[in-house]
């Protein structure tokens, strides 16, 4: 049963903490996506990677977030330092570009930032 | 920026009834997606309308793409418990030549038994 596996599930932290986030695409997907979900805004399109490569990081404040794909099995997402107002839900989401643009979403990681 | 605007925001109606949540745009798209999300986990997609005026059926589930591709319908016929969930729209701009999708805010549906 394929799925995209995101690590951790939840995670508490203190104020100005790092916080790194990880994603196991569907093997043989090529492209990866971040997502912040919360209340107010849903859900915001982060980053996104194809191949690999990044393609667009528009959605994600510079100075404090970073997204990598060191290898086609793993995504990461890290903040330094966090804030509170980075508390929300983190969705990776991964999916093939033969395959329509169907995207195969993680449970989520879950940030509370204190 | 194009934005897609879902309406109600939150529903809560009895079993058994019927209802239709609505996703509207300004913009033209040349796919729209509909997800359902529960609590505690990602969006999983439900169905992907393409050609202007499509409609498509899962079980009591109606899909309905408009005529001018811009905006889209859902309809649950007899409502269950199991319906209940954030349904979240998504399209593909036509323009974009990239895999981005652009979600709604979504709709929250409660089913009461």
């Known amino acids: 049963d394929a799925r995209v596996t995101q690590t951790p599930r939840h995670k508490v932290t203190e104020m100005g903490q790092e916080v790194t986030m990880r994603c196991q695409p569907i093997l043989g997907h090529n492209t990866v996506f971040w997502y912040r979900q919360t209340m107010m805004q849903g859900l915001e399109l982060l980053a996104y990677f194809r191949n690999r490569a990044p393609l667009d990081d528009s959605g994600m404040p510079k100075d404090r977030f970073s997204a990598e794909m060191p290898d086609a099995t793993l995504a990461t997402l890290k903040i330094q330092p966090s804030e509170p107002r980075d508390s929300a839900v983190y969705f990776c989401?991964?999916?093939?570009?033969?395959?329509?643009?169907?995207?195969?979403f993680g449970a989520g990681t879950r940030l509370s930032v204190l | 920026t194009q934005l897609l605007e879902q309406s109600p925001q939150f529903l809560s109606i009895q079993e058994g009834e019927n209802l239709t949540v609505y996703c509207n745009s300004s913009?033209?798209?040349?796919?729209l997606q509909w997800y359902r999300q529960e609590p505690g986990e990602g969006p999983v997609l439900l169905v992907t309308?393409?050609?202007?005026?499509e409609v498509k059926k899962l079980k009591r589930l109606t899909f309905q793409f408009g005529d001018a591709r811009k905006d889209s319908s859902l309809h649950i016929t007899a409502a269950q418990p199991g319906d209940t969930g954030l349904y979240l729209c998504a399209g593909e701009a036509v323009s974009d030549r990239d895999d981005k999708i652009i979600f709604g805010k979504g709709t929250r549906l409660h089913i009461l038994p």
């Open positions: 913009s033209v798209f040349s796919s």
């Open positions: 989401a991964s999916g093939s570009t033969l395959g329509g643009n169907i995207q195969y």
């Open positions: 309308v393409v050609t202007g005026g």
